[in-house]
Nanobody, 126 residues
Framework: HVQLVESGGGSVQAGGSLRLSCVAS????????MAWFRQAPGEERAGVAEIASDGSTRYADSVKGRFTISRDNAKKILYLQMDNLKPDDTAMYYC?????????????????????WGQGTQVTVS
């Protein structure tokens, strides 16, 4: 039974930083696609960053150069370092995984469908 639990959200001022963590159980973090999504009120959920099976990373244009996704395979933790935060980054952030080994996951011409989701952690930037 895959379980993803996020933490690290909070309220910060514009220009500040936060680091989100996602602890995975019954899931090989270093083998499969994993990603961070976010959803703001009234908007659809959208991909923010992903890390593929080979460790390659991809980002939404809106966060490139400010966010960094990484993982600790041994600890089974996925991270999202968010720097230079902007009010537009305000959203609920979700960790996602799927037992698919691929070097292109969400950000591809044939995006994989993530099936495992955490409960979300709120990020508010003022």
């Amino acid at each position: 039974h895959v379980q993803l639990v996020e933490s690290g959200g909070g309220s910060v001022q514009a220009g500040g930083s936060l680091r989100l963590s996602c602890v995975a159980s019954d899931y090989t973090v270093g083998r499969y696609c994993m990603a961070w999504f976010r959803q703001a009120p009234g908007e659809e959920r959208a991909g923010v960053a992903e890390i593929a099976s080979d460790g390659s990373t991809r980002y939404a244009d809106s966060v490139k150069g400010r966010f960094t996704i990484s993982r600790d395979n041994a600890k089974k933790i996925l991270y999202l370092q968010m720097d230079n935060l902007k009010p537009d980054d305000t959203a609920m952030y979700y960790c996602a995984g799927v037992r698919v080994s691929a070097n292109y996951c969400y950000f591809s011409s044939a995006p994989v469908e993530y099936v495992n989701w955490g409960q979300g952690t709120q990020v508010t930037v003022s």
